[in-house]
C-alpha cells in the first residue's frame, strides 16, 4: 500500500508540473507578451496575441485579405459567394461601422473648414 500511495504522488506532482508547464505556455505573463509597439490603449497590445492576427488586423493585413478576396473572386466567383455565404454578415458590418467612426473621429480637422 505504501509504494502504491507514492507512486501516486509522483504521478500528481509530475501532473500538476505538466499543467502548470502547459498554462505557463498558454497564458504568458502580462509582462512578458509580445507588443509591437502599436498599442494605443491599456491592454491593446493582448490581443491578439499571435503574430498572424496582428499582422491581419493591422491596415497592412486587411489590405492582404481584400487582395486575396479580389482575387478570389476573379479566378473562382463561385467558390468565392461561396464562402461569402459563411461570413456572418452583421459581424463584419459591425466591425466595419466601429472602423468607419474611430477613422471619423481620428480627423477633427476637416470639420472645422
Known amino acids: 500500500m505504501d509504494r502504491d500511495s507514492t507512486a501516486r504522488n509522483e504521478i500528481r506532482a ?3 508540473q505538466s499543467r502548470e508547464e502547459v498554462r505557463s505556455l498558454l497564458d504568458p505573463p502580462r509582462g512578458q507578451s509580445a507588443g509591437n509597439g502599436d498599442a ?3 491592454g491593446r497590445g493582448d490581443f491578439p496575441r ?3 492576427m496582428r499582422m491581419l488586423m493591422s491596415g497592412r493585413g486587411l489590405g492582404t485579405v481584400g487582395a486575396l478576396a479580389a482575387g478570389l473572386l476573379v479566378a473562382r466567383p463561385v467558390l468565392a459567394l461561396r464562402l461569402l ?3 456572418p454578415v452583421s459581424a463584419v458590418a459591425r466591425i466595419l461601422i466601429a ?3 474611430s477613422a471619423l473621429k481620428g480627423r477633427p480637422e476637416d470639420r472645422g473648414a
Open 14 to 16: 509530475k501532473l500538476a
Open 40 to 42: 494605443s490603449g491599456p
Open 50 to 52: 499571435s503574430r498572424t
Open 85 to 87: 455565404r459563411m461570413v
Open 99 to 101: 472602423r468607419a467612426v
